[in-house]
Every structure is written in structure tokens, then in C-alpha cells.
């Protein structure tokens, strides 16, 4: 498995503001992933983070408003730009560990619970 | 277009109330079938992974099997502690992102 912490676990913020969520995992990854859960819906992936390279963001989401670093292989940060109520979500990232199997398996951290007024 | 759903949305139970949850999905591949629980404000933690038609894996009150087009999630003598939101997740090909259903929320009342 793996150890996931994200910082900060909640926040409220205020409508044009910026808010940026920190991920530390507890041992080096290859592979980091930003999602998004908004109320009451499945996850959502926003971006695949690799230390060394830009992020590899999904159909819907752009740097600008999501920009994100990986400054080295145990951390990552994920910034909303510019929010609106519409942003409020739970914000989710995660690594795959390898189970010495075929595939790998994706461990989530706590999340941090976002609310834009 | 690959695509996981799941059934039903929500689930009632009364604790001791066996019963099944269940995760169709239909995709270009299977490199893997993931189950996770998500309890209400946290990320989801993981729970197992089955790789091919006819494996099943346990963890207490919990059973997950595979078939070709679905998976059950098999909840046995179930307890309060035991609601949650249960995602199902498929991988189609190495390297390729998960594709997650929507969940059931299941709520077990004492």
C-alpha cells in the first residue's frame, strides 16, 4: 500500500481566489494523479502528474486553471485558479503501487474538501 | 468508449441482511477490476483487485468475484460500520487511466 497525506484537508474560499493542495507520499513514485469528486459524483481524473515532465492533463481541464508541479518524486501540489462555486469538490490525488502483478493498483490519499463561496 | 456502471445507486440493509452489489463494465480490455470503499468526506481506500473471469477475493464480511462483463461485490451478515459509498474501478489496458462507476451508497442499519 501506500501512505498519502494532502494538505490542506478542507477549506473555504472566496470566489476568484487560488487555493493550491499540497500531496506527500511516503515513498518515491513514478506516477502521480489528481482527481476531482464533486458532490455526490464518481472521481473524475483532472491531470497524471510524472516527476520531470509537465502534467498530462484530461479532456475538460487546462493548465491555466489547474497547473500543477512535481518537483520531485514523493511530492506533488495541485493549484484551482481563479475559483467559482462550480470548483467546489473534493479534490483527491494518488499513486500506483505495484502489487508484483500484472497491474497496479491506485492509493488515494485523505482528500481535501474544497468549498468556494 | 469504455464505460463502468453499477447497481443499484443505493442500498438499504438491516445488519445481518446479506446481499449483492454490482459492477458491469465495457471495455476495450481488462488489465484489472479495482473495489473501493469511500466513507463520506474521505478518499477512497482500497479493497481488491481481480484480474481475470472466475477469481474472487475476501476480506471479512466482504467478497468480490469476476466474470467477463461484471463483478459482485458480495456483503455477508453486514454491519453499521460497513456503510459507505463502494466504488468499482477497471484499468482496460496497462498504463491506460481507471475508469470508475459511480458507486453504490449503502447504508446498514442496526
Known amino acids: 500500500s501506500a501512505v498519502i497525506s494532502q494538505k490542506p484537508s478542507r477549506d473555504i474560499c472566496q470566489r476568484g481566489t487560488s487555493l493550491t493542495i499540497q500531496c506527500q507520499v511516503d515513498s518515491q513514485v513514478t506516477m502521480m494523479f489528481w482527481y476531482r469528486q464533486q458532490p455526490g459524483q464518481s472521481l473524475t481524473l483532472i491531470a497524471t502528474a510524472n516527476q520531470g515532465s509537465e502534467a498530462t492533463y484530461e479532456s475538460g481541464f487546462v493548465i491555466d486553471k489547474f497547473p500543477i508541479s512535481r518537483p520531485n518524486l514523493t511530492f506533488s501540489t495541485l493549484t484551482v485558479s481563479n475559483m467559482s462555486p462550480e470548483d467546489s469538490s473534493i479534490y483527491l490525488c494518488?499513486?500506483?503501487?505495484?502489487?508484483?502483478?500484472?497491474?497496479?493498483?491506485?492509493?488515494f490519499g485523505p482528500g481535501t474538501r474544497l468549498t468556494v463561496l | 468508449e469504455d464505460q463502468v456502471t453499477q447497481s443499484p445507486e443505493a442500498l438499504r440493509l438491516q445488519e445481518g441482511e446479506s446481499s449483492s452489489l454490482n459492477c458491469s463494465y465495457t471495455v476495450s480490455g481488462l488489465r484489472g477490476l479495482f473495489w473501493y470503499r469511500q466513507d463520506p468526506g474521505k478518499g477512497p481506500e482500497f479493497l481488491f483487485t481481480l484480474y481475470s473471469a472466475g477469481e474472487e477475493k475476501e476480506k471479512e464480511r466482504l467478497k468480490a468475484t469476476l466474470t467477463k462483463k461484471e463483478s459482485f461485490l458480495h456483503i455477508t451478515a453486514p454491519k453499521p460500520e460497513d456503510s459507505a459509498t463502494y466504488l468499482c474501478?477497471?484499468?482496460?489496458?496497462?498504463?491506460?487511466?481507471?475508469?470508475f462507476g459511480p458507486g453504490t451508497r449503502l447504508s446498514v442499519l442496526p
Open positions: 494518488s499513486v500506483e503501487r505495484g502489487l508484483g502483478r500484472r497491474t497496479d493498483t491506485q492509493y
Open positions: 474501478a477497471v484499468q482496460p489496458n496497462y498504463g491506460q487511466n481507471f475508469v
